[in-house]
């Protein structure tokens, strides 16, 4: 208990349990004045009670009379005073300033002074307990910072814990550590599945660059198998709460949940309060682990330093995964979370009694391969993407109709299956694959050329404007000669097709005479020859007729025009 909250010495209540007294000590006075039964001992015991003076009190009583909204707050200022409120228009002015008080005071002062005649505005002092009254802490935080920082204030409920597998909770973390990739440095990405009964980490996949649904297949199989080296962690969830990532919501992953039995919840948008366990995960994370590692990326820098040091040794990808691992098993078999009162994940994943859904590893891979539809198997192999996939269970079988399964982004194999009767056939590596040298080779040029025409977009969209020091319309700067321009809009203007054509090249032949055509339309068709008429079989053109016009082509026996 803390000490203000404490009952006093002399018998006393708090002065806040006092305060919150007021109302109904007043009201029973008030219904024993009303039955003609209120003496002076009734008022002398609720003051001695509320810690105040008789005459306050009988002061109390009387201002009922005047107002009744009185009674429900008895000592507090009237409503009918004339003190300053945060307004609509207040409001609007801090969401204006972004929650700067002062800037404010300054908008209503000058509002104020423009006003005929003018008015006094509130003082600074007035604001700021208008608005610290009238406002709560998460509305103050909202026109300050937005809706994320009004969330901050927001109450949330905890969901009940269930039972082990019944509820998963999925999602991407950026690393904010830097490792190096091939000679670069980049932030990894960690893809998680947790349990949110245990708190057990179920499964886990590291992916040096973006993730894809490449990485949450495997997190998915990690997590999924409870054979080594993934632990005891695993089986079938009955649901899976994931938000609106595309990755988590393609086709092939939706796919394998729904194979799996597994139902999907997508979260709406913006809302990490509704899947809080895996959101912990990465703040603990971050503080438990990656801010030790080298390379942390939100480390305090003395002054200007950027935010990595050129002499600091990265690590390497694998070492990195291989501490991530490391950790993970950590946080499962050795970690308290105080959620579960003093047990680790794996004692409360062993103290559960629900039985599990196993599923093989075999099948479990065939789940979480995406399908790329029938081809046929000839004597070069199978082509797939423009590039033909070999193996040696192929010989003999040119001819046949086969479905290709693959994992997403992994083009070096691809799974085949008999297209009629659906029996795996065997897997398909890439024929003449290039090497990694030749691989890098490739990349850099890439990587060159994207460099060049970035830079190449950039100068040509650069635009400079003079300074000034004097209220004027903006000066662009960088003339052209009319050469230049002309020169430049020629070339433009042959790669756009639409920009060649001539429509107005052969002019449009007059409408027969009986046509009723408007004179906007008349007027651009010009009188022309008289229109020939295809030739027929025999080569022969039809003969005219006796308004010398093209005679109309006759229709044989067959119902052909001759």
């Known amino acids: 208990m803390e000490d203000g909250d404490a009952i006093r010495s002399d018998g006393g209540l708090p002065a806040a349990s006092r305060t919150a007294l007021r109302g109904p000590a007043v009201r029973r006075l008030l219904a024993l004045r009303a039955g003609k039964k209120l003496t002076a001992d009734h008022v002398r015991v609720a003051a001695d009670a509320l810690g105040v003076s008789e005459r306050t009190v009988w002061r109390w009583l009387a201002a009922v009379q005047s107002d009744e909204t009185a009674a429900a707050n008895p000592g507090a200022r009237s409503q009918i005073d004339a003190r300053f409120t945060v307004t609509p228009e207040v409001r609007g002015l801090l969401a204006l300033w972004k929650g700067n008080v002062r800037a404010v005071h300054r908008e209503l002062v000058l509002r104020a002074a423009r006003q005929s005649p003018p008015t006094d505005a509130p003082s600074l002092t007035t604001l700021h307990r208008a608005i610290r009254r009238d406002l709560t802490p998460g509305e103050r935080a909202g026109l300050a910072g937005g809706e994320r920082a009004a969330r901050k204030h927001d109450v949330f409920l905890a969901r009940p814990r269930g039972w082990r597998n019944q509820v998963w909770e999925t999602d991407h973390m950026q690393a904010p550590v830097l490792v ?3 000679g670069k440095p980049r932030r990894p990405w960690v893809t998680w599945f947790t349990d949110c009964s245990t708190n057990a980490i179920t499964g886990v996949a590291v992916t040096p660059v973006h993730p894809s649904r490449e990485s949450v297949l495997a997190a998915l199989r990690s997590a999924v198998l409870r054979e080594d080296p993934y632990g005891p962690f695993g089986g079938l969830p009955e649901k899976v709460r994931v938000d609106r990532g595309k990755d988590f919501l393609s086709r092939t992953v939706t796919a394998a949940f729904d194979l799996l039995e597994v139902t999907v919840e997508d979260l709406p948008a913006y809302t990490p309060h509704l899947k809080g366990t895996v959101e912990g995960l990465h703040r603990a994370v971050e503080s438990m682990f990656l801010a030790a590692l080298p390379g942390y990326a939100r480390q305090p820098r003395p002054g200007k330093r950027p935010s990595c040091p050129k002499d600091e040794v990265l690590l390497g990808f694998e070492d990195f995964t291989a501490r991530l691992l490391a950790w993970t098993r950590w946080w499962n078999t050795e970690h308290h979370p105080a959620p579960l009162r003093g047990r680790t994940p794996l004692q409360a994943w062993q103290d559960d009694p629900t039985p599990l859904r196993d599923v093989a590893a075999a099948d479990l891979w065939t789940f979480t391969l995406e399908d790329a539809g029938t081809r046929t198997l000839t004597t070069r192999g199978i082509r797939f993407r423009r590039r033909d996939y070999v193996g040696a269970w192929m010989t003999g079988q040119a001819g046949i109709q086969v479905r290709i399964r693959f994992m997403p982004h992994h083009d070096h194999r691809i799974e085949v299956y008999h297209a009629a009767t659906g029996r795996y056939l065997g897997p398909a590596d890439l024929a003449d694959q290039a090497t990694e040298e030749q691989v890098s080779a490739v990349r850099r040029a890439r990587s060159a050329r994207a460099r060049r025409l970035k830079k190449d977009l950039e100068a040509s969209q650069r635009e400079r404007y003079a300074a000034v020091n004097q209220p004027e319309a903006p000066q662009r700067l960088g003339v052209l000669t009319t050469a230049q321009a002309e020169a430049e809009l020629a070339q433009a203007a042959g790669t756009n097709l639409s920009d060649l054509a001539m429509p107005d090249l052969i002019p449009l032949a007059a409408p027969p005479a009986g046509w009723r055509t408007p004179a906007s339309l008349a007027a651009l068709t010009t009188p022309g ?25 006759t229709p044989d026996e067959d119902g052909d025009s001759s």
């Open 529 to 553: 020859p008289p229109v020939r008429y295809p030739y027929g079989r025999d080569g022969a053109s039809a003969p005219d007729g006796r308004d010398r016009r093209a005679a109309p082509p």
């Open 180 to 182: 190096d990739v091939e």
